[in-house]
Structures are given as C-alpha cells and as structure tokens.
C-alpha cells in the first residue's frame, strides 16, 4: 500500500473509532466489548502474519518492543472504553489531539530530546487553554463527563510514554510484527481484567454492538494499528502529525451527526484552541519563512501586474 493510500485509511479509521467504542461499550458492557475487541484482533493478525510470512521474532529486542506497544494497547484503550460511558466520541477524538504535546515531554524525558522551544511552548500553551475550556465544559455534557475527561488525560499519557518507548525499544521491525506482538501481549490482561471486575456475559447483544466490535477487531485494530507504525517508518513526521488535526474534526460530525452527541460552542472552541496549538507546535518554527515568502510573492504580483510601472509614473 502507498503511504498515501495508508494515510486516507488511517484518517478514516481515527475518525471512526471512538463511535465504534462507544456502540460496542453500549451494547456489550465496556470490559466485554474491549475484550472481544482485543481477542479477535489477536487471532486475526496473527493469521495474517502467518498467511503473509512474516516472522514474530521473540528475542529480547522484540520483546521490549512489543511490551512497549502493549502499554498502549492495554492502558490506554482501558481508559478510552470506560470513559466512553461518559464523553462524546468525538471530544474523545479531539482530548487524543493532545497526544504529540505529552510525547513531547516523554521524548525529553526518555530520549534526550532538547526540542521545546518558544514556539513549541506557545503550541501547548494553547492546547492546554483548550483543555481547560472543554474541561469546564465538562459539567455540562453530563454527570460524570468530567471523570471521563480526566481518565481520558491519563489514556492520553499511558499512549505517548507507549510511543516514546516504542521508538526507544527500536527492533526494527515490521509494522505487522508489532502490532500482533502488542495485541497477543495486551489480550490477556484485557480478559483477566474482565474476569476481576465483571466476569458476566450480557444476555443479548445488540446487532449495533456486534458490527461494532468486528470493525474494532478487524479493521480499527489489525489495520489500523499496523497502518500507522507503517506510516511512522514511511511518511513525514509532518503528515503523521496532521492525522491528529484531521481525525478530530471528522469524529466531532460524526458524533453529532449519527449518533446526536452534543456539541456545544464551548466545546468548538476548545477544540478550535486544541487543534491550533497543535498546529503551532509541529508546524509554528516555519511561520516566520512562510509569512516573509507570501510577503515577497505579493509583492512580486503587484510589480507584475500591467500598468504597474504606468501609473508608477504617472503619480510623479
């Protein structure tokens, strides 16, 4: 597949993914839902991986990638499918947004990376603005909303100290290799969660629910996770970054139009301040050149421009 191609599918697939959670959370029980969600991603890419030859290689290297990537799978996806009782799927969305910033300090933390700078500072500052706007917002998308958003905040960390020591672990391996490593790592823990806390099988599933959890198994999980570590070794980090600013946008109306979540003003303006903040951050260090060059291209026009140097003349 091209990194184009992938890049669409995983735009797609972000957008679509936390409705998903929240059906199958619905129709299901939040736990169960996961860990369906889970097992059939782990039997299916492991299928693949045999079907396509590739290996899973279990040395030490390997297995710190995979346990890395597991944390993510794990944690995170814990903390989304329970809060996905109590926020919109598409604030759910757009709080992920948030995920380079808290990266960011992982990746100074971990890996050494001295790239904060004032402008990257000034990025955060605005999604940490927007954070607070949805936050206050919170109380009034339901009673337990904002427990949601602050277990959704600690998702969100668990996913970029994930991504940090992902990239730390190295291993080089295929895109595929990780993600069946990480779900086969994270299916157990899911299913022994399920039995502590719950361990009891609903009487009906809704058909909602059902189709859910197939295009989270399948698609969402086996596609989507191994489309993006293939896009983190294939494309820009640049594009990568803008999936972040895209998926949102598409979650939100997709929330509100299918399913009527409520989406309020406050809420579009935290989101406006989350998603220009992250822009700021990835791209915010280029402004200045961009700016200086659509002065220097305006500039050009108007000199090109017939009768220009005419009426130049003219007014002396």
């Known amino acids: ?90 604030l759910i969305a757009v709080l992920f947004g948030l995920t380079p910033f808290v990266t960011a300090l992982f990746a100074r933390w971990l890996l050494d990376e001295r790239g904060l700078t004032p402008t990257k500072a000034g990025g955060q500052m605005l999604g940490l603005l927007g954070l607070v706007l949805i936050f206050h917002e919170g109380s009034l998308l339901g009673p337990r909303a904002a427990e949601g ?83 983190l070794k294939r494309a820009p980090a640049g594009a990568v970054a803008l999936l972040t600013l895209v998926s949102p946008v598409l979650a939100l109306l997709l929330g509100h139009v299918v399913d009527g979540e409520p989406v309020t003003a406050a809420v579009w303006s935290g989101t406006a301040l989350v998603l220009g903040g992250l822009a700021v951050h990835q791209w915010g260090a280029h402004l200045p050149a961009l700016v200086r060059a659509a002065v220097d291209r305006a500039g050009a026009r108007r000199r090109e421009a017939p009768g220009a140097e005419a009426s130049g003349r003219h007014r002396e």
């Open 149 to 231: 958003i602050a277990v959704l905040l600690f998702g969100i960390a668990i996913n970029a100290l994930s991504l940090v020591l992902v990239k730390r672990a190295g291993g080089g391996l295929a895109p595929l290799s990780v993600t069946t490593g990480a779900l086969v790592y994270a299916a157990p823990l899911f299913l022994a969660t399920w039995l502590v806390f719950d361990g009891r099988a609903p009487a009906e599933v809704s058909v909602p629910a059902l189709w859910s959890i197939l295009y989270l198994g399948l698609v969402a999980s086996a596609l989507g996770f191994t489309l993006f570590y293939y896009l």
């Open 1 to 90: 597949m091209s990194a184009p191609a992938a890049y669409l599918a995983v735009a797609l697939i972000w957008s679509t993914t936390p409705l998903a959670v929240k059906w199958s959370a619905e129709g299901a029980g939040f736990l169960l839902g996961a860990v369906a969600r889970m097992g059939l991603a782990a039997v299916f890419c492991l299928a693949l991986a045999r079907g396509l030859r590739i290996r899973l290689p279990f040395d030490r290297a390997a297995r710190r990638t995979y346990a890395a990537a597991s944390i993510a799978v794990y944690g995170a996806m814990l903390c989304v499918y329970w809060a996905s009782q109590y926020v919109p799927s598409g």
